[in-house]
């Protein structure tokens, strides 16, 4: 089984996602900004799927597989140093359900193997 990320990412006005960059347009590349990801937990990621949905209730209509987490100080979080996710398009990541959940106020989900 792969891990997952599901996290909730808003689209900003027109289609763009919040907070997702693109890379290399060419080979569907893309950054995901200001995630609390575990450090502990970012080597266990990597080959996983990060799936973006507009809400839990949603499935994923977005997202990759990971190719690589980095830490960075993140100007829209007063600098804080957060997870930016980069990922390779696929979809293998759209169409997922958010996992069972007993927790209302969740907007990342991490599931490791």
């Not at 209509?61 to 990971?66: A, R, V």
Request: aromatic share 8%; net charge neutral; hydrophobic share 35%.
């Amino acid at each position: 089984m792969k891990s997952k990320v599901h996290v909730i990412c808003r689209k900003e006005p027109g289609t763009k996602y919040k907070g997702l960059d693109t890379i290399d347009p060419r080979a569907l590349v893309f950054e995901s900004r200001a995630w609390r990801l575990k450090p502990e937990d970012t080597s266990k990621l990597i080959g996983g799927l990060f799936c973006l949905h507009a809400a839990k209730a949603d499935r994923s209509s977005y997202g990759g597989e990971i190719i690589e987490i980095n830490f960075r100080p993140q100007e829209d979080n007063g600098g804080e140093v957060m997870a930016v996710v980069k990922f390779r398009a696929d979809k293998e990541a759209i169409g997922l359900a958010w996992p069972d959940t007993n927790n209302p106020n969740e907007f990342l989900r991490v599931d490791l193997p």
